[in-house]
């Protein structure tokens, strides 16, 4: 009896009606089928999300580097100003170092006194002759009005 029933079990009728052995092996690649599929679908989502997820990466880094490579290049800018704005400085301190030594002499203090500011030193008479036309004009001027008071 067990061996009909092994047999009835095997056994089953297809839509045909005839008796098909290779029915639970059907089922059987079904199950394996849409498990295999069900794992693919998973692996290609996976994927997918994993390439998403470094082009986004390679997008922010490639950001980070244009940002960093154009602060280098302002910073190189500034650098190089802050160098020139630097040696002219230090120049100008040792003019202004040579001003202060020849200034501190005597003599030359007073070549400034009589040059800048029109001074004269003991026992002498300071005369000034201008040259420029301004001078010339008003020059003519006085006398042209002394004359017609006369």
């Not at 061996?3 to 639970?24: F, L, M, R």
């Amino acid at each position: 009896m067990e061996n009909n029933q092994d047999k009835n079990s095997q056994n089953i009728s297809n839509e045909n009606g005839q008796t098909d052995v290779s029915a639970p092996k059907n089922k059987l690649a079904e199950k394996f089928k849409n498990k295999s599929k069900k794992h693919k679908r998973k692996v290609v989502f996976y994927y997918s999300f994993l390439t998403f997820v470094l082009l986004f990466c390679i997008v922010q880094v490639g950001f980070s580097v244009i940002l960093n490579t154009s602060k280098t290049v302002a910073y190189h800018g500034k650098i190089h100003t802050m160098n020139k704005v630097r040696d002219e400085a230090e120049q100008r301190n040792k003019d202004l170092k040579s001003d202060i030594k020849m200034f501190s002499k005597a003599s030359s203090l007073e070549e400034i006194a009589r040059n800048n500011l029109k001074m004269a030193g003991d026992k002498e008479v300071l005369v000034i002759i201008n040259n420029s036309q301004s001078a010339k004009t008003s020059s003519t001027k006085k006398k042209k009005k002394s004359k017609n008071k006369k």
